[in-house]
């Protein structure tokens, strides 16, 4: 059964910092690994999706990053901004999505 | 881009009534639809994947006869929480695989606060 542990739980860095979120799954057999972003009471965003075969994305400031063979990945934010504060979710792909608990991060200006 | 609606963003009922909430993909066939909950500052649990024209398939631990799936359409997948009560109090939210991109990634409607008094 997937598992997916994201560290940290939550995190708080002052406007500009770069910061790197962590994501492991248990079970290497994945199609694909998402990134979303969720609000509070809001539903989810996607903000990248790395394919299996990929070793990493990029999307303006953001750039994921997948080791499928250790289980990991990791979603860098350069740059941070306080419109950035939110949960940020991962997501492994076995057929179905399952999720990890997230990391709340608070960018203060 | 693809556009999954889901109505209603939030309902309040009393105990032992039953919800429906439904998900709708606006502008492509999802032949296959998730249904998720999420609890106050926990992760998203998949509860079922629903399927166009045949039955759900649960996951462990989520009741069938509680929680009703209906997928007769490739664009309309509903959820009822039947006899429901102040512990199905939760954000649901549903999320469906268009296959014009191979099903990746999954869209997601904008989720569903159910608040049971």
């Known amino acids: 059964k997937q598992e997916v542990t994201q560290i940290p739980a939550a995190l708080s860095v002052p406007e500009g910092e770069n910061l790197v979120l962590n994501c492991s799954f248990t079970?290497?057999?994945?199609?694909?690994l998402q990134w979303f972003r969720q609000d509070p009471g809001k539903g989810l965003t996607s903000l990248l999706l790395?394919?299996?075969?990929?070793r990493e994305q990029t999307s303006g400031r953001l750039n994921a990053s997948l080791d499928k063979s250790s289980g990991r990945s990791t979603l860098y934010i350069a740059a941070s901004q306080p419109g950035d504060s939110a949960t940020y979710l991962c997501?492994?792909?076995?057929?179905?999505?399952?999720f990890g608990q997230g990391t709340t991060l608070q960018v203060k200006p | 881009g693809a556009v999954v609606s889901q109505h209603p963003s939030w309902v309040i009922c009393k105990s032992g009534t039953s919800v429906k909430i439904e998900c709708r993909s606006l502008?492509?066939?999802?032949?296959?639809m998730f249904w998720y909950r999420q609890f106050p500052k926990q992760s998203l649990m998949l509860m079922a994947t629903?399927?166009?024209?045949?039955?759900?398939?649960?996951e462990q631990g989520v009741e069938k006869d509680k929680f009703l799936i209906n997928h007769a359409s490739l664009t309309l997948s509903t959820l009822t929480v039947t006899s429901a009560h102040p512990e199905d109090s939760s954000f649901y939210i549903c999320?469906?695989?268009?296959?014009?991109?191979?099903?990746?990634?999954?869209?997601f409607g904008n989720g569903t606060r159910l608040t049971v008094t």
């Open positions: 997501a492994s792909n076995t057929g179905k999505l399952i």
């Open positions: 790395i394919q299996s075969s990929q």
């Open positions: 629903s399927n166009e024209g045949s039955k759900a398939t649960y």
């Open positions: 079970d290497s057999a994945i199609y694909n």
């Open positions: 999320s469906a695989r268009d296959p014009r991109t191979g099903g990746s990634p999954l869209h």
């Open positions: 502008d492509f066939q999802a032949t296959t």
